[in-house]
């Protein structure tokens, strides 16, 4: 690990507003790996910081500082001189500044900016597309594969599944690509649109296992159906989650109603893991999806029937016990406004 990360780690002990310190503690499994710690993690030298700005890296940048308000093309160039990249790489710069004009008519191509004489402007779709921390690409993902999941839906051509929506979402380039064995086989058991499945064939791992999720799997019994381990999985979901509430305000921008509540739907499900009927339970504070499928099993499908339910009732949910269900009645008592 660099000294660095390290460094940044320790440097979040403490709380600023409560604390005059902070404390860091690295475990040393003998003497020597005390002696190398000490070397490198206590007196060593930080290692060199280089900025992540580049030629290569800079469209969303571009898109950005335009979406906060640079019209013209000397406010770009002024950004782009002022970054660490411009700091570190001065030699480069006229290469970087030379790359600018492509961007631009790039951008424009694909429907973020719109270029007037000397005065630049970001699109409606460019502004929310940056707002939301999307890549243009992913943007582009997006925007694009809602209008054809729709005209596919109304043609009458497919019955739209929540995997293909979730094969969507996994097709934006920040979503990791995990690799599950017999991927065709099983999307073709979630799905019948197999024109949508072969196009996206690279994703099908990583929208296999956020069906799954969605499907009320643990963590443990992901990591043994499809050897995907507990981080990369949680990334991926999280990442996802997020991409579905992209897709969501997309749809809204599209004005496509129908994909709009189905995308902050799926967004819903992903957040907590759940099947569609346990959306109601675990929107009670304090209900995570164990305790929302135990009340579900025992009765109890909505907040309200939690809020109207006897505590003797509820303690003899599993997981649930005299306690939680004084908190739990509460709370639905409190989000039901009775």
Known sequence: MPLFWVKQVFGRAGRPEHDDYGTGIIV?????????????YIQGELERIESRFSAETMTEQILATIVGGAQRMEQIHDFINSTFYAYQNTDNMDFVIAELDEILVDLEKKGLIELDGDTIRATPFGTLASRLYLSTNSALELRDGIRVLSDMEKEGRVTLSDFDLLLLLSNCEEIVSLNVKDAMEIATTLSDNLEW????????????????????????????????????????????????????????YLQDEQMHVRLRMLNDRIKHGVKPE?????????????????????????????????????????????????????????????
């Open 28 to 40: 040393a499994r003998n003497e020597d790996s005390f002696e190398e710690i000490q070397s490198i």
């Open 197 to 252: 499945l072969y196009n996206g064939a690279h994703a099908l791992g990583s929208a296999i296992v956020a069906n799954a999720w969605i499907d009320e799997l643990t963590y443990f019994e992901l990591k043994d159906r499809f050897g995907a381990y507990p981080g990369e999985i949680h990334n991926n979901i999280y990442t996802q989650g997020w991409m579905a509430y992209a897709g969501s305000r997309i749809a809204q």
């Open 278 to 338: 346990l959306l109601g339970l675990v929107s009670i504070k304090g209900v995570g999806r164990v305790i929302a499928r135990g009340l579900y099993s025992a009765g109890f499908r909505t907040p309200r029937e939690v809020a109207k339910a006897r505590l003797a009732q509820l303690e003899k949910v599993p997981g649930v016990g005299a306690k939680r269900a004084v908190k739990l009645k509460e709370e639905a008592l409190r989000q039901c406004g009775m």
